[in-house]
């Protein structure tokens, strides 16, 4: 009888799949084995008789050494020196990473005319296919950011058990790994990502990203399947967020390819906003053809724009095909932004200026390298990074040329938070010979003409630009990253592809290009002095300035051994810093004395607590001061860098483990879309007001405030600010460097809306002395907070009140724990390291995953008060 059941049961399956259109995801049931410890074809792997009981289970997608790991065959290499103990492929030669991966599943044989395709978003590097005992591929097929799609009709067993075969082999060569950017630089002969042979802020990645590391999926249709459709949106004139809005236009086409042998007639449809476009189409029999629908004027359109300026409103948009107007045979589902970009040459600052909608929009941007160095994406983890992003006021990440053309899932992320996307395409200054470069293999001249497959690289910018182009995120196409590509890819790509297949974006060549701004350049990259990020006239599109960026404790306890937490110290005979060797590995950029101006730590805890004041200032200074000179010095400036997909020591808001630092915190206050702020050099009180109206009357006050809490008041004063830029408010004179000169001072900017009363931005400094020192945080004393938090529909709702007659409590984070003790990772906070005024009360909303169904702690403790939980109610 369960017999019987079981073949009634396969025999619906069969009926219903030959009759639906559906896709699924092969991303369970995998296994693998080196290839060298199998001697059979590929023809008999694929089939029954070879016995797979024995192989790893495989992660797919993924890397091999991915799967290395998940079998516990390596430690993790993100935690100490364990990533020297897995042998680098250029010692052991390609065969070592050389994989067969195996997946048994079932799917019916085709019927009725159904058509089903084995496709293959992205594999890294070269590789055959096989399956039933069959070769699906003519050629072996290459490139990593080559999507395939391979007709599997044929083969599919009439049992509907089948076994797919696929064998990987890394690119070649591999690089050797010596210490450069992008190792000696020959990986960049392939059409790969280059920062696996090691760069500056990441160590070598053993097998180079060798795998099937992006989704492999089985769609099943009628005989006309439908891609790569491409929805334009134009919104002519220059719109304001609120109000009525005039049209705008809707621009589709779609691919439609008859699989069949004889001519097919049908209707194209697509849906958006309420509306139904239709086209009939007749196609000749193994045939694809772009069908180009009529213009659709949306009325009052919902429109989308760039975090901090408006709503990022997403309007679904439905593709189909209907064989004789009645049959579903194919659709494709997207999410449309309605939001034109444009740009526009700013005279005044020499700079590319970026404009959407029509609005200007002062580019506040972060440099993004990938999400996780192994390609271990996660949609989950790609919407968190970017809200980070959201967190800290930016609005344009720029994924960087080194590394890989992002997945879908993190330009749907930018999409929802309002994160403008400059994406590079696969090359670097360093690989690929702007300059000499002793670690180098080859010369600057060869170098020049990587990767040797221009063909290879040009079709993978049109399959890239064809996957990507409907994000409405998606702001600016960038040939490389400090180089331009060879002169027939650049000329591909900016003369054919991106008009042809876009034509809505600007492109730079390079992402130093005197289009994107005169006297181009970049950088620094290591910590400054506040002064120079005030008074320094930088380049005017800065593409890369960074600092350092190291995490609390608690962060560098998750990848340095205990016994590696030792605090660097200045060896006077030597005269340098010495740092522990796994803080060099771990590529430790150095804050040097920028720590001892806080007091000499004694401790690690010291070292680390003293470290985000730094980061903290150092991010403020930086967003300041090119605020402050917006439209005037700049017309935007990206932070290299946001985050790292290693446990490297520098340049990052957030930790692999994505847990923020203050780095965060202080880009977050000095990117503020309305923002008060203090120039030390100058003595100037300024506010930005980055939005397109004007503001209100505002009242601006500015305190003075002693180590024990004693309030001098400055300044009061009613203010208006213009749209779109910054106006200084107020002079200090002398009095200000008098209140500082024994001790520090504290100094307390706020705006309030007068109509309201309603606070609309505050902001605290730490003055030095006059000696650039701080005793002012030495001498405080403990201040005692009054705190309290409860459950609401927006989140966790603290209240911290620091009654009158304390101190100024300094420097206040707040931590969501599980009941284990360790940090709720990753938890969104309106505002961290936080300073309460005595008097004062502030507000703060925690957000974490809706899934955490335990009860969670919180504590909030700072510079000058001891660890206090806080029941949640």
């Not at 999926?217 to 009525?244: A, D, F, M």
């Not at 948009?317 to 045979?329: M, R």
Request: glycine share 8%; charged share 20%.
């Amino acid at each position: 009888m369960r017999r019987v059941t079981t073949l009634l049961f396969f025999l619906f399956f069969i009926a219903h799949c030959a009759t639906a259109q559906q896709e699924v995801e092969l991303n369970s049931g995998w296994k693998c084995t080196r290839a060298t410890d199998i001697n059979k074809s590929g023809e008999e792997i694929s089939t029954p008789v070879t016995d797979v009981a024995g192989w790893l289970p495989a992660t797919i997608p993924g890397t091999v050494l991915t799967t290395l790991l998940n079998n516990k065959l390596f430690l993790d290499p993100f935690f100490g020196m364990n990533n020297k103990l897995i042998p680098d492929i250029y010692t052991t030669g390609a065969a070592y990473y050389t994989f067969w991966f195996v997946n048994d599943f079932n799917h019916a044989p085709a019927a009725n005319g159904d058509e089903v395709m084995l496709q293959f978003r992205g594999i890294n590097y070269s590789y055959d296919v096989f399956l039933n005992g069959h070769k699906v591929n003519d050629v072996r097929d290459t490139g990593m950011f080559l999507r395939s799609s391979y007709s599997i009709t044929r083969y599919l067993n009439p049992t509907g058990k089948n076994r797919l075969a696929v064998i990987v082999y890394p690119p070649s060569p591999v690089g050797n790994p010596n210490g450069g950017q992008g190792g000696d630089g020959v990986i960049a002969h392939s059409v790969t990502n280059q920062y696996p042979a090691g760069w500056d802020w990441i160590q070598p990645i053993a097998d180079r990203n060798t795998g099937i590391w992006d989704k492999v999926t089985i769609k099943r249709t009628k005989q006309v399947h439908i891609e790569n459709t491409h929805v334009g949106t134009l919104v002519p004139g220059k719109r304001n967020v609120e109000g009525k809005q005039k049209p705008a236009t809707i621009k589709v086409t779609t691919e439609a390819e008859n699989t069949c042998d004889s001519e097919i007639r049908g209707t194209a449809i697509y849906e958006l906003g309420g509306k139904k476009v239709k086209v009939s189409v007749t196609l000749q029999p193994h045939s694809v053809e772009t069908i180009e629908f009529p213009d659709l004027e949306l009325e009052d359109p919902r429109l989308w724009w760039p975090n901090g300026y408006g709503p990022q409103n997403l309007y679904p948009c439905k593709i189909s095909f209907l064989i004789n107007s009645k049959t579903l045979s194919d659709k494709e589902e997207l999410n449309i932004g309605v939001r034109q970009i444009k740009t526009a040459w700013n005279n005044k600052t020499n700079s590319r200026e970026i404009r959407v909608n029509g609005q200007k929009i002062f580019i506040k941007g972060g440099n993004w390298i990938l999400s996780d160095a192994l390609l271990r994406f996660d949609d989950e983890r790609y919407d968190h990074e970017v809200h980070f992003h959201k967190d800290m006021n930016l609005n344009l990440i720029r994924v960087w040329g080194g590394g890989i053309t992002e997945r879908p899932a993190f330009y749907d992320a930018c999409d929802k938070y309002g994160l403008l996307v400059m994406q590079d395409f696969w090359a670097s200054g360093d690989c690929n010979g702007r300059w000499y470069d002793p670690l180098k293999l080859e010369d600057t001249n060869a170098r020049r003409n990587y990767p040797d497959n221009h063909k290879l690289f040009i079709e993978s910018v049109e399959d890239q630009v064809k996957m990507l182009r409907n994000h409405a995120s998606l702001a600016l196409w960038c040939g490389g990253n400090e180089i331009r590509p060879p002169a027939d890819i650049l000329s591909a790509m900016r003369d054919s592809i991106l008009p042809t297949l876009d034509g809505t974006r600007y492109f730079f060549e390079f992402s130093n290009d005197d289009s994107m701004s005169l006297h181009g350049g970049d950088g620094p990259y290591v910590l400054q002095s506040k002064d120079y990020f005030w008074a320094h006239k930088s380049f005017p599109f800065n593409s890369e300035i960074g600092s350092i960026g190291i995490g609390d404790v608690e962060s560098l306890k998750r990848f340095l051994p205990d016994s590696n937490l030792v605090v660097p110290y200045y060896d006077t005979s030597m005269r340098k810093w010495i740092v522990d060797s796994v803080w060099r590995y771990h590529r430790y950029e150095g804050y040097d004395s920028a720590i001892e101006v806080y007091g000499h730590p004694k401790t690690i805890e010291d070292f680390a607590r003293r470290a985000q004041l730094v980061n903290y200032d150092q991010y403020r200074a930086l967003m300041e001061g090119a605020t402050a000179r917006m439209w005037d010095w700049y017309t935007g400036i990206i932070i290299w860098k946001t985050q790292n997909p290693w446990t490297a020591m520098k340049g990052q808001m957030y930790d692999y483990y994505v847990d923020p630092n203050a780095c965060l915190y202080g880009t977050r206050t000095g990117s503020k879309q309305l923002h008060v702020m203090y120039d030390h050099i100058n003595k100037l009180v300024l506010v930005a007001n980055n939005h397109f109206t004007p503001t209100e009357k505002m009242e601006l006050i500015a305190k003075a405030y002693t180590a024990a809490g004693d309030e001098i008041p400055l300044t009061s004063k009613y203010v208006q600010v213009a749209a779109s830029s910054c106006k200084q408010q107020y002079k200090f004179g002398k009095e200000i460097d008098s209140l500082a000169k024994q001790e520090g001072i504290f100094l307390y900017l706020s705006l309030t809306d007068s109509a309201t009363n309603v606070p609309v931005d505050d902001n605290l400094y730490w003055l030095t002395d006059a000696k650039g020192n701080y005793p002012l945080l030495q001498k405080m004393p403990l201040a005692k907070l009054n705190a309290s938090a409860r459950q609401t529909d927006k989140g966790i709702e603290v209240t911290i009140a620091n009654p009158l007659g304390n101190p100024v409590a300094f420097f206040q984070r707040l931590t969501l724990i599980h009941a284990s003790g360790e940090r709720v990772l990753p938890a969104f906070y309106s505002d961290n390291y936080v300073s309460v005024l005595p008097g004062q009360e502030k507000t703060y909303i925690l957000q974490v995953n809706s899934t955490i169904k335990e009860a969670l702690q919180l504590y909030v403790e700072g510079w000058n008060t001891r660890r206090q939980f806080i029941e949640i109610k």
